[in-house]
C-alpha cells in the first residue's frame, strides 16, 4: 500500500490521523496543501515525508502562473522554504527537498521544466521502494527462525514509498516462513504504533500483538522478544540514530536483556555532515497530545508538558543497521563511510 500516489496533476494521500477507524483519502493540489498535509501529520514516517515534499515542490511548478524560468523559480524557492519548515527531524525531507533545487537551479529554460520535476518525485518515490524491499531481504537473513519480533512507531508501508523499513524486514521474515509474530509498542504520544503499524499488519495478516510502550522490558526479561527492529529519521555519519521516542528506552532494554536491537533505514536517511546526536535538532509538538487522549483531557488543565517528537540511541546500543546496500556493524563510523562514500 502507497501512502501518498501521484495522479497526474495533483497527489493524494491517505490520512493517518483518521487511521485506523476511517480510510480517508485526501487531495493535496498546492504546495501549501502538502506542506499542511505533513506539519499535521496526515502524511509521516521519514521516507514518506521525502515523498511528499518533491511532490510538492512538483505541485509548485505545475500550479505557478508565472511561466517563465525567474518565475517558476521564485515560486519554487517559495515552496521549498514553507515545505522545509514543516518538520525539523527528518533528513529525508531535507533531502528530497535538495534533489528537486538540484534540477529547478539547474535549469537552462523552462521548458520542459514541470515535467523533469514531476519525473524526478515520481523516481523518488519509486526508488524508496525498491530500497525498502531491498532492505527487507538483507534484514531478513538476520531473522531467527520462529521470531518473536519488537517493533516502535510505524515504520511500515505507511511511512514510505511501499513496503516499509523495520516492517520491511518483517514483511520479509514473514514471506520466508521465519516469523512467529510481532510486538507492537503503541507508541505514545501520537501511537503510531497503535493506530498504524497494527492496523498496517492486519491488513496484510501478518500475525501481532499489541503492547504499551512500558511493558516492552517485563517482556525482553520473559525471554518473549527474540529482536527488536525500528526505522530512523535521522543518522550521524558515525551511527547516532533520531527515531520516534522511546527508540532509545527499547535499545537500552535490549541491551540489559542481551537481544539484538537493529534499524532499518535508506541511504537518504544518513546525514553524513553529521558526527554528534546532540547535533540532531529534534522536533517539540504541542502539549495536547500529551495531555488530551482521542480529543478527552487526560491531564490536569494548565500543567506544564515536555513533548520531544524524537530521541537520539547512540551506537554502541545498535547491533546493526540495515540499509538497502546491506548490513553495517559497528564501528559505523568506518563501516558507513566505506559503503557511502
Ligand atoms: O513522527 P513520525 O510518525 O513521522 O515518526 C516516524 C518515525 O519515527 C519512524 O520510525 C521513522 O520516520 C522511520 S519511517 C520508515
Known sequence: MRPVIWCGDHAELIDQTALPTKEDWLTCRTPDEMADAIFTMKVRGAPAIGISAAYGIALAALRCSDRSLTGLQRELSRAHQIIQSTRPTAVNLFWALQEMRKIWENAESADGLTQQLIDRACAIAREDEEMCRAMGRHGAELVPPQAKILTHCNAGALATGDYGTALGVIRAAHEQGKLDM???????????????????????????????????????????????????????????????????????????????FYVAAPYSTIDPKLHDGNDIVIEERHPDELTTLAGKRIAPEGVSVYNPAFDVTPPELITAIITERGVFRPPYAQTLAQAFN
Request: net charge positive; glycine share 8%; hydrophobic share 45%.
Open 182 to 260: 510481532v510486538w507492537v509498542d503503541e507508541t505514545r504520544p501520537f501511537l503510531q504504533g497503535a493506530r498504524l503499524t497494527a492496523w498496517e499488519l492486519m491488513q496484510d495478516r501478518i500475525p501481532c500483538r499489541l503492547i504499551c510502550d512500558n511493558m516492552a522490558g517485563f517482556l525482553m526479561k520473559q525471554g518473549r522478544i527474540d529482536l527488536a527492529v525500528t526505522g530512523a529519521d535521522r543518522i550521524t555519519a558515525n551511527g547516532h540514530v533520531a527515531n520516534k521516542i522511546g527508540t532509545y528506552t527499547v535499545a537500552t532494554l535490549c541491551k540489559v536483556h542481551n537481544i539484538p
